[in-house]
């Protein structure tokens, strides 16, 4: 995906609220507003991933689950029946036995 930068400016007025629209196009989206000298505001669009998914986009992960999507795409789903399947002992896990 090839990102094209235009510079543009345009005036916008900040309303009585404290408000300003970006546009449409913007509109639910998230961003980042960066302030870096008093009167500058730089505003960016982003995209913000849970912590509990942050996982899916390390390295060694995302290149694991790109090469399962490229295997999937090779390999046509077939049909099995579930009772030929071979059985599989289910895991337990010991505990000690509490003392007294």
Same mark, same amino acid.
């Given at each position: 995906?090839?990102?094209?930068?235009?510079?543009?400016?345009?005036?916008?007025?900040?309303?009585?609220?404290?408000?300003?629209?970006?546009?449409?196009?913007?509109?639910?989206?998230?961003?980042?507003?960066?302030?870096?000298?008093?009167?500058?505001?730089?505003?960016?669009?982003?995209?913000?991933?849970?912590? $509990?998914?942050?996982?899916?986009?390390? !390295?060694?992960?995302?290149? +694991? =689950?790109?090469?399962?999507? /490229?295997?999937? #795409?090779? $390999?046509?789903?077939?049909?099995?029946? !579930?009772?030929?399947?071979? +059985? =599989?002992?289910?895991?337990? /896990?010991?505990? #000690?036995?509490?003392?007294?």
């Amino acid at each position: 995906m090839e990102n094209s930068v235009a510079e543009q400016q345009i005036i916008k007025s900040i309303g009585t609220s404290g408000q300003i629209s970006l546009g449409k196009e913007y509109a639910g989206r998230k961003v980042l507003v960066e302030s870096p000298e008093q009167g500058v505001w730089v505003i960016r669009t982003v995209t913000i991933v849970p912590d $509990n998914e942050r996982w899916l986009h390390e !390295p060694t992960t995302k290149e +694991s =689950v790109t090469k399962a999507l /490229v295997w999937a #795409k090779k $390999n046509a789903p077939k049909a099995s029946n !579930p009772d030929q399947l071979p +059985s =599989v002992k289910p895991h337990v /896990v010991k505990r #000690k036995a509490r003392s007294t």
